[in-house]
């Protein structure tokens, strides 16, 4: 089956600008034969590294906030649509707002367009948790089945450098994952490694390989003029991985932890495609399953609350 990875610059801090963009990122998609699509983290209305820069701002925070989507949006409805009309399994990345909150949403859809499966990132990394809420014991359902069998997942950004969370993905047997990432600066010199791009890309290898899945990481990228108006300024000197011009770095990886796409140049705006054998998932596995032969359950397990937390109780 063939897979695609989209690196793409939002349309920053536009709703309807970002919609439209999404719907053409589909259609193009699936034209050229993609069965699964994956998206970006918070691809609507894009990462907003200012929160890593600066001081809290309450009118940049109100502008993300009225350009984040609602799930009741006939904007969300014609995302929906265009899933629709393309036919294919789509992992759609973005701001969701609820209420007074925005959260950091994957929606799972499928090729009729319907969401099987809405999810919210557990715990906002850094400073964001100053922007986004956390997602509740529902997010960690992390996949779904397809009519043909095949389990896709997703997580958002670091929810990666969460051990136990990927472990419990991988007992759900995810055979296609979708990585949501931000755009990143490639490491140097007087930088955090730990935010940068390589670190990153090195994660989604290894998880790849752990876990004996396909793992298409999916990642933004950005323009001057988009830096421009996300307000993150071209003399920065913090020592965190913020790009003010590319960023990107998707790739598709197999489940032995090879990377099967081509380099990306970071400033590009592309699609990353493969075909991939679900088979090389049962030849990767014969070496190691962690959580099949190569596990200990009677020694090491998880504990999953899959009950949702609530405000009121009736």
């Not at 850094?126 to 089945?145: K, M, N």
């Not at 995810?174 to 490491?187: D, E, G, K, Y």
């Not at 990306?264 to 088979?279: N, Q, W």
């Amino acid at each position: 089956m063939k897979v695609a990875a989209v690196q793409a610059e939002p349309v920053w801090l536009d709703l309807a600008g970002g919609v439209d963009k999404v719907c053409k990122l589909i259609k193009e998609a699936s034209s050229n034969g993609a069965e699964v699509i994956g998206f970006p983290e918070v691809f609507i209305p894009g990462f907003p590294h200012k929160l890593f820069t600066g001081a809290p701002d309450q009118e940049f925070v109100l502008q993300y906030q009225k350009n984040s989507l609602s799930r009741k949006s006939p904007e969300y409805t014609r995302i929906l649509q265009a899933v629709r009309e393309a036919g294919a399994w789509v992992v759609f990345g973005f701001s969701e707002r609820e209420g007074g909150t925005i959260y950091m949403a994957q929606s799972f859809i499928n090729p009729s367009g319907e969401v099987v499966l809405h999810r919210r990132k557990i715990k906002p990394t850094h400073a964001e948790r100053y922007l986004w809420g956390d997602g509740q014991a529902d997010s960690l359902q992390t996949s779904v089945t397809t009519d043909d069998g095949v389990v896709i997942g997703g997580l958002n950004c670091w929810e990666h450098l969460q051990p136990l969370l990927r472990f419990h993905e991988y007992s759900l047997h995810t055979q296609i994952h979708i990585a949501s990432w931000p755009h990143l600066q490639r490491a140097a010199p007087g930088m955090s490694y730990a935010t940068s791009a390589d670190a990153s890309a090195n994660a989604m290898s290894f998880m790849a390989l752990e876990g004996g899945l396909f793992v298409l990481a999916c990642t933004a990228t950005t323009s001057k003029e988009g830096s421009k108006v996300m307000q993150v300024a071209d003399d920065e000197k913090e020592l965190v991985a913020v790009p003010i011009e590319g960023g990107g770095w998707s790739a598709i990886y197999g489940p032995d932890g090879r990377q099967l796409t081509n380099a990306v140049d970071p400033c590009e705006e592309i699609i990353l495609y493969a075909d991939i054998d679900l088979d090389d998932i049962l030849r990767a596995k014969q070496m190691a399953d962690c959580v099949g032969h190569y596990s200990r359950p009677d020694l090491l397990s998880l504990n999953v609350t899959s009950n949702k937390a609530t405000l009121v109780h009736y």
